[in-house]
């Protein structure tokens, strides 16, 4: 640590100014053929998030939690691959997402996927898989079974596969309609018998309430309830989540979005996922790349998570994580403090 310090203190002056922390960060930010681009915002914002006093620079304190907290997640990220619904109804059952408007076939993943799992040294394995009950809210079959609002613009009647209607609950449910898919126990809810699945894995069922759909692998759709994933991947001090599968615009999007939420650096594996609708896949494109995501193809995840491609994206995430940390433990200790006081 002190000698990295040394090496960009360049004025000798025993802090870090925004020219010396700009170099660091040049150097930081590489990939096997050069440097990435950092941006004036990205290397100012991460300057900010990480002096912690707000002076402009960097002094030695400040260097010892950008040393084993920021370029740890960097340098020494672990890395865990969660796996969406690669399961048959999704790839040749009743959900099938080659019949949806993409027209894009789920078989395409598996080899992508069968090939990331045999070759990159991923600290943990995820399989997330729908587990519905008969009775799932979702299911078109199952629409005259709960209460229309008055405010839905389609009725009980009219509506057909991908409407989306209101149900009255409680509470109000937007809720896009699907066929019957993922049954408990059923065969469309097995995982693709193609699909590697590799031991000590981590499995995820969601969708198991009748009355709320889950999309996400962390969150049912309202977040009233959530699956263990976050304890998971927190217990195993995972970084980076990478995240593929079926469908690229509904759950494997969402799941992305909520490991942001949890101060994962999140990464998308953009050939290991299909969707059922292209302006959907790109409309959540945007979105993920927005919230700080990073969308790659496959031939660029092994040299990430062994840290030999290393994203300014990414280590902006990790700037705002150590930000967030930061702040709550100063919150922790002043309510410590002013619980104190008032004994």
């Known amino acids: 640590m002190k000698t ?11 802090f870090l100014n925004e020219t010396e922390f700009t170099e660091l960060q040049h150097h930081l930010f590489r990939h096997r053929d050069g440097f990435h681009a950092v941006s004036d915002k990205q290397r100012i914002d991460i300057m900010k998030l990480l002096d912690e006093k707000q002076d402009g620079k960097i002094d030695r304190e400040e260097f010892q939690t950008c040393w084993l907290h920021w370029l740890r997640q960097i340098l020494e990220p672990k890395s865990a691959l969660v796996i969406v619904d690669v399961q048959n109804d999704f790839i040749s059952g009743t959900m099938s997402i080659s019949n949806c408007p993409a027209k894009q076939d789920g078989n395409d993943v598996i080899p992508i996927i069968n090939r990331l799992l045999e070759n990159v040294n991923f600290e943990c394995v995820v399989y997330s898989a729908d587990w519905h009950p008969a009775n799932h809210i979702s299911f078109i079959e199952n629409i005259k079974q709960r209460e229309i609002h008055h405010t839905s613009k389609v009725t009980g009647g009219a ?3 991908y409407d989306t209607v209101i149900f009255s609950g409680p509470p109000i449910m937007d809720q896009k309609m699907w066929p019957c898919h993922c049954v408990q126990d059923s065969w469309g809810a097995r995982y693709h018998p193609d699909l590697k699945v590799v031991d000590r894995a981590i499995h995820i069922t969601k969708g198991t309430n009748p009355d709320i759909d889950s999309y996400s692998a962390f969150w049912d759709n309202k977040k009233l309830s959530q699956t263990n994933l976050v304890c998971e991947l927190t ?17 494997v999007g969402s799941t992305a979005v909520h490991s942001i939420e949890h101060g994962f650096r999140t990464v998308l594996i ?12 790109n409309a959540m494109k945007q979105k993920l790349i927005k919230t700080g995501a990073v969308i790659v193809d496959s031939d660029r995840v092994a040299d990430m998570v062994d840290a030999t491609d290393r994203r300014p994206e990414l280590g902006y995430q990790a700037a705002l994580n150590v930000a967030m940390a930061r702040k709550l433990v100063k919150e922790e200790e002043s ?9």
């Open 4 to 14: 990295c310090f040394d090496v960009f203190d360049a004025d000798r002056d025993g």
């Open 159 to 161: 509506a057909k596969i």
């Open 235 to 251: 217990q195993k001090a995972i970084t980076d989540v990478y995240v593929c599968g079926l469908a690229y615009d509904v759950c």
């Open 270 to 281: 953009d050939d290991a996922s299909r969707g059922v609708e292209l302006a959907d896949i």
């Open 335 to 343: 309510k410590k403090q002013a619980s104190s006081n008032g004994k």
